[in-house]
C-alpha cells in the first residue's frame, strides 16, 4: 500500500503563503492521482485540489482557485500545494490522498472513496 506523508504545515498570518508537500513511499508513484483535503474543526474533511498521475490534469475547489496551485514531481514522489493569500477559514488538518482511479484525470476528485491511501495529515493554521 502506498504510504504518504505530508510536511510544511504551520502558523501563518492572513495573507501569507505555505507550501505542503506530499511524500510517497511507491516508487510506481506516477500510478496514481495525487489529491488535497482539508478538515477544520467541526468540519467535514473536503476536497482542495487533485493533480493526475502525469500531472496533465488538475482541478481544484473553487474556494481556492486563483490562490492554491497543485503541482508534482514523480522524479521525488512529490505533490505539492502551493498556498498563497492565505485566509484564517483556511485554517485545517491537510491531508493528501492517492487514488489509482484518477491517475488519468482528475474526475469528480472530491469524492473521498476513490482514493487508496491517506496520509496522517499537517495543521495549518493562519491567524495573526
Known amino acids: 500500500q502506498l504510504q504518504l506523508v505530508e510536511s510544511g504545515g504551520g502558523l501563518v498570518q492572513p495573507g501569507g503563503s505555505l507550501r505542503l508537500a506530499c511524500t510517497a513511499s511507491?516508487?510506481?508513484?506516477?500510478?496514481?492521482?495525487i489529491g488535497w483535503f482539508r478538515q477544520a474543526p467541526g468540519k467535514e474533511r473536503e476536497g482542495v485540489a487533485c493533480?493526475?498521475?502525469?500531472?496533465?490534469?488538475?482541478s481544484s475547489a473553487d474556494f481556492v482557485k486563483g490562490r492554491f496551485t497543485i503541482s508534482r514531481d514523480n522524479a521525488k514522489n512529490t505533490v505539492y500545494l502551493q498556498m498563497h493569500h492565505l485566509k484564517p477559514e483556511d485554517t485545517a488538518v491537510y491531508y493528501c490522498?492517492?487514488?489509482?482511479?484518477?491517475?488519468?484525470?482528475?474526475?469528480?476528485?472530491?469524492?473521498?472513496?476513490?482514493?487508496?491511501?491517506w496520509g496522517q495529515g499537517t495543521q495549518v493554521t493562519v491567524s495573526s
Open positions: 493533480i493526475s498521475g502525469a500531472g496533465d490534469s488538475v
Open positions: 490522498a492517492a487514488s489509482s482511479a484518477l491517475r488519468p484525470m482528475c474526475v469528480l476528485f472530491q469524492r473521498q472513496h476513490q482514493y487508496d491511501s
Open positions: 511507491e516508487f510506481t508513484f506516477a500510478n496514481y492521482g
